[in-house]
């Protein structure tokens, strides 16, 4: 008998607070979108990278997953700013990306 993986339950946390009430609520993981990656773009559910180290440390304190959103198709003035964050994000613990753009995922493959 082949037994079946279990789903992650993936819950989207646009602020900090929003991460801790996703994981009280049972969630195995939580994204984020980082500001100026993010399809939501000005609204609230953007974070910098202060919030998402904070969110980070909070995740692995209790043994979740952090993933981080760019799910901007992106212009050539997006692909200089990710190289240019880059190095930033490449010291935290992000455990996946999540990415709609072929260009970003090329250039994370890259470098991450």
């Not at 789903?7 to 602020?15: D, I, K, M, V």
């Not at 929003?18 to 559910?45: C, W």
């Not at 990306?97 to 970003?104: E, M, Q, R, T, W």
Request: charged share 30%; with cysteine; proline share 4%.
């Amino acid at each position: 008998m082949k037994l079946r993986k279990k789903p992650e339950l993936l819950a989207p946390a646009g602020t900090y607070e929003n991460a801790e009430v996703a994981l009280l609520y049972g969630a195995d993981a939580i994204y984020q979108g980082l500001e100026g990656f993010s399809l939501r773009h000005g609204k609230k559910s953007e974070v910098d990278l202060a919030d998402i180290k904070k969110t980070i440390k909070l995740c692995k304190k209790n043994n979740k997953k952090y993933y981080l959103a760019f799910n901007i198709f992106a212009h050539n003035e997006d692909i200089r700013e990710l190289e240019t964050i880059l190095p930033k994000l490449k010291k935290l613990d992000i455990d996946a990306f999540i990415v709609s753009d072929p260009g970003f995922i090329q250039i994370l493959r890259q470098q991450i």
